[in-house]
């Protein structure tokens, strides 16, 4: 097992929804509207939802010892206190335009730490936005630089330019290209490349040309997910799971991981790779049961009291943007194996075993016991085999099964 | 209300000719309910007879008929159940009535369970009123079928009203039929109390509720009662009849239908076809009640959770309670643990007691595949029944076997005969006869066994006939057969549930089409299972399940968590209905994969 990669749990991170996308793919399930019209009211709704939901916005910067007691109450929504990291995704965060995006930044810099804070902290700041291809500007990047945006993930998907057209996506693998180039250009060093595999009919062969071109890239983040026919979605209803072959899937998830970590990267995420050290952290942070505070309609966030939503209508979050509607989550100690188990750094028990007050060698002897090959414990921390990861649904579910 | 004024009846027909919905009409017609709030009221009161414990099936209601001729009618139609398509249930409901209404449609004609009921209302000496439903689809051929039912059951049909039960179209005149075609009841209210149990659900206030047709004397709350069977007396708490909501009433007379409580906590001590009369002046003489049907075929039931063992007992008992058919005894599987051994009348039977035991109490069962009982005749000249393959003795042990065999007599289309001689055929059947019927279809009749009749033969007959065909059987005996068993490996141990008998010339397809099956059946696991299908030790097709790769959701984001526990709570609840035998997890599916496998693949 890895030695971890954050000192606590408590390092809070902030999400923000941008629920905008210029049309809508084929295979998406996140909350988002195509309708870009709505924007202007909904970043008047998000500045007021800043205002309720972080009370101290207006005179606490300035107020350290506020600032301070408000630390402890994290992790509020306290502009000007400390988010380790901050994620703006979608939706398609890109597809404001240049002076809506102006507005957005405006609007979330007082949660911007003051850079005595970060001195604090062992870990660096991280602020990453998604962006499509097809809607990247120099104008926009120079705009989301200058505010302190230093990551950008993108969504490429594939650079087949037939499969794009497939499922949706309105952008080339040109483009993409173009894409990568011009964010260099403009000095954003840490990209993220959003891929996807096991679309119907597609073969070993197709992926490794995606995975050619993405180590063409030379860029050191990929997230790249098996295509799951999400309820509700279009694609779903134009395939069925059957079309997708298990078996292939698992060879190309297999694949993936031997030429990735052949070209240097590590495969710390089911879906994650990294290399020079540039793991997701925000993603990373909510793995090792973090907590998050979330902004704008479809964002979920997780505080003390567990999981919490927006308003589920727009316009019923357009009405009251500060509503939290709190997930029935009975077992919140399960979420954090879920969620831990996805990285190699697994799960720290001692920790958990504090937080929750549970034992767990005495309460999952039996799966342990059952998945002895897949699941290590080492230095106090659990974590899954290689084939564990593979397979961490099957144990998940008996994990579940023991609640 | 004078006893010439009562009419006991039901309503007979073919699966979806269209009873209920006559049924419905009537209750509209004599204002039993609104139409309006029709659905709304009876389903109100289903819930409320749920909340008290009380079957949901509208068993008896009791209307008041205002007839054509000034007089008022009461009118008991007692329901034959409609989801079990065979006799059994059928020949309960019409030995409480004096008549029968024959519904036939209009546009497809008798079929085989038209007949099998006919059969049933004339062995029960009832009047029977012929129907002609669905008058208004356009293929609606009433005469050929007027000829048709004459010619073949042999009912006049000059006077058969011509009906939609669904517009309500000449439903009334069906009503006036009643009242002059149906007799009234003949029963003498002095002599002592002679009333048949033909029902009985369990209330959990009341205890048996007994549900009666009163065919001599009268009962009151407050009578003692006996049971002529057990010689059990209780005093009567609680009676009266159905409107369709319970009514309570102070006496139940000669001609009448209805319920009977009388606070009876040992369930064993009514059976249907039972008579009760009174403790302190009984009747000489039992109604004749009904033959105990004897089970065609047995199936093992066991709980997934072996702790519910219990649970599962007393829940059949209460379904014995109104379905004496029903038979169960304890039975142990290596496999599988403490269950029963149940026998049924058929499939459907079985199928509707599996889906009343987990809905109604609750419990999540795995059935093992269907067996009928074999006559094993052993080398030491001593003849042993076998029901459940597994307890097939040792092949060394065994001269002979005898299987029993039915009578299927099949309605179909005159362009479908070969398909379904093929079938027939296929399924070890020996052609006995065909005969025309009218123009377009036939009768066809096979002496077949019954283990390939309860063996997916009636969806393939329909699948093959476009659902034309239809089709009744009657046991016709037992006949020497070549037959071995069938064992199931799985990870090199023979799971006891997974054996089936087979003859000798279907062993090895169907060993092969078994391990197939099971191969698809069960889920992968985390190491690769064998599936092996043996005759002894004599392995004849073998499969892998292979090892599971990859169970991964792709992407678990702060979003997602709700989503993804929910798909894993999905994953969890399909395991549930698992079975882990030895280190595999087996699914309910599995031990019935001899049911849906295809022979031919």
């Known amino acids: 097992m890895s030695q971890k990669l954050t000192s606590s749990f408590n390092v809070p991170s902030l999400y923000v929804h941008v629920p905008f996308c210029s049309h809508i ?19 008047n709704t998000l500045e007021q939802e800043i205002r309720i939901a972080a009370p101290v916005y207006e005179t606490d910067s300035t107020d350290s010892d506020k600032g301070e007691s408000s630390d402890q109450r994290q992790p509020g929504l306290v502009p000007g206190r400390f988010f380790q990291t901050i994620y703006i995704g979608g939706g398609t965060p890109s597809a404001l335009d240049e002076e809506q995006t102006a507005r957005l930044l405006q609007l979330l810099e007082p949660f911007r730490p003051d850079e005595s804070r970060l001195a604090q902290s062992d870990l660096p700041f991280e602020w990453t936005i998604e962006a499509n291809p097809e809607s990247l500007t120099a104008k926009k990047i120079r705009l989301w630089k200058k505010a302190g945006i230093n990551r950008v993930s993108l969504g490429i998907q594939t650079f087949n330019d037939e499969r794009l057209a497939q499922i949706g996506r309105y952008h080339t693998a040109d483009e993409s290209r173009k894409a990568v180039e011009l964010l260099k250009a403009e000095g954003i060093e840490n990209i993220c490349a959003d891929l996807m595999y096991g679309f119907p009919g597609e073969s070993l062969e197709e992926l490794d040309r995606d995975i050619d071109a993405f180590l063409e890239l030379e860029i050191d983040h990929l997230s790249i997910y098996s295509l799951i026919l999400e309820d509700g979605t279009l694609l779903a209803r134009q395939i069925s799971a059957e079309d997708i072959d298990g078996d292939l899937c698992a060879a190309m998830y297999e694949r993936i991981e031997e030429r990735l970590t052949k070209a240097g990267y590590v495969h710390y995420e089911v879906s994650s790779y990294a290399r020079n050290g540039r793991y997701g952290l925000h993603n990373t942070l909510i793995w090792e049961d973090g907590r998050y505070a979330a902004l704008g309609w479809g964002a979920c966030g997780r505080d003390e009291k567990g999981l919490y939503d927006h308003a589920r209508r727009f316009d019923d979050y357009l009405k009251d943007p500060s509503a939290r509607i709190y997930e029935d989550d009975p077992n919140p100690s399960f979420d954090a194996l879920m969620t831990g188990l996805r990285t190699i750094w697994g799960v720290d028990l001692d920790a958990w075993q504090k937080r929750y007050g549970i034992d767990f060698y005495g309460k999952y002897k039996a799966v342990l016991d059952r998945w002895k090959n897949d699941l290590i414990i080492e230095n106090g921390r659990l974590g899954v085999s290689r084939q564990g990861m593979e397979r961490l649904d099957s144990i998940l579910v008996d994990f579940l099964d023991a609640e | 209300m004078d006893q010439k004024n009562i009419r006991n009846f039901s309503i007979i027909a073919h699966i979806d000719h269209g009873k209920s919905t006559l049924a419905d009409r009537i209750l509209e017609l004599t204002d039993s309910v609104e139409k309006r709030e029709m659905k709304d009221q009876i389903l109100d009161s289903m819930d409320l007879e749920r909340e008290r414990g009380i079957t949901i099936k509208l068993n008896a209601v009791e209307l008041v008929y205002h007839a054509k001729d000034g007089q008022d009618y009461l009118f008991h139609l007692i329901d034959t159940p409609g989801h079990v398509d065979f006799s059994y249930e059928v020949s309960r409901s019409l030995a409480a009535c004096e008549g029968a209404i024959l519904v036939v449609d209009a546009a497809q004609g008798v079929q085989a369970q038209t007949m099998a009921n006919v059969y049933l209302a004339l062995e029960n000496d009832l009047e029977i009123l012929p129907v002609l439903n669905k008058i208004d689809l356009p293929s609606a051929q009433p005469e050929v079928v007027k000829e048709e039912i004459e010619n073949l059951i042999g009912l006049d049909c000059s006077d058969a009203v011509e009906i939609s039960a669904k517009s309500g179209l000449n439903v009334d005149q069906v009503l006036e039929e009643i009242v002059h075609r149906l007799p009234a009841p003949k029963g003498d209210p002095t002599k002592p109390l002679q009333a048949l149990v033909f029902d009985s659900v369990y209330d959990p206030y009341k205890g048996v509720i007994a549900w009666v047709s009163v065919k001599n004397g009268e009962v009151q709350v407050g009578d003692k009662i006996r049971l002529m069977q057990s010689g059990a007396e209780y005093e009567v708490t609680e009676l009266g009849v159905r409107t369709p909501k319970l009514l309570n009433k102070k006496k139940l007379s000669t001609g009448d239908v209805g319920w009977i409580a009388a606070s009876i906590k040992d369930i064993k001590t009514v059976r249907v076809g039972d008579t009760i009369t009174l403790a302190d002046n009984p009747t000489a003489e039992p109604l004749a009640g009904y033959k105990e049907m004897q089970p065609m075929v047995y199936a093992g039931l066991y709980p997934v959770d072996n702790a519910r063992y219990d649970d599962l007992k007393e829940a059949l008992e209460k379904l014995q309670l109104n379905d004496a058919s029903l038979h169960f005894e304890p039975e142990t599987s290596q496999a599988l643990g403490f269950g029963f051994r149940c026998g049924f009348l058929g499939l459907l039977h079985m199928d509707v007691i599996e889906e009343r035991l987990e809905r109604e109490y609750n419990l999540n069962l795995i059935a093992t595949s269907p067996s009928v009982i074999y006559q094993v005749h052993k080398t030491d000249g001593t003849v042993e029944e076998v029901d459940n393959p597994a307890a097939l003795p040792p092949a060394q042990k065994i001269d002979y076997i005898e299987e029993p065999y039915v009578r299927a007599e099949i309605l179909v289309p005159k362009d479908y005969v070969g ?5 027939c055929q296929k399924k070890r059947g020996e052609y006995i ?3 025309m019927i009218d123009d377009t279809r036939m009768e066809l009749i096979y002496e077949m066994p019954l283990s390939e009749v309860i063996f997916d033969f009636f969806d393939r007959m329909k699948s093959s006939t476009k659902g034309y065909a239809s089709f009744d059987y009657t046991f016709s005996g037992y006949r020497r057969s070549d037959l071995q068993k069938l064992d199931i490996l799985l990870n090199g141990q023979p799971v006891d549930a997974l054996s089936i008998i087979v003859h000798k010339d279907f062993a090895y397809n169907r060993g092969n089409a078994m391990a197939v099956k099971l191969k698809d059946l069960i889920p992968r696991q985390q190491f690769e299972i064998p599936v092996q299908a043996a005759i002894g030790s004599k392995v004849i097709a073998r499969t892998n399940i292979k090892a599971l790769r990859k169970n991964v959701l792709a992407k678990c984001y702060g979003g997602d968590i709700s989503r993804k526990k929910k798909l894993l709570e999905k994953q969890k609840e399909g395991k ?22 295809d022979d031919d693949k």
């Not at chain 2, 398909?419 to 079938?423: G, I, K, Y």
């Open chain 2, 419 to 423: 398909t379904m001689m093929d079938l």
């Open chain 1, 25 to 43: 793919c084929s295979y998406c399930a996140f909350s988002k509207t195509a309708n870009t019209g709505r924007i202007d009211a909904w970043l």
């Open chain 2, 433 to 435: 006869d065909l005969q």
């Open chain 2, 576 to 597: 549930k209905r698992m079975k882990m035998v030895g280190s595999v997890e087996i699914p309910q599916e599995a031990f019935m994969a001899v049911l849906s496998m």
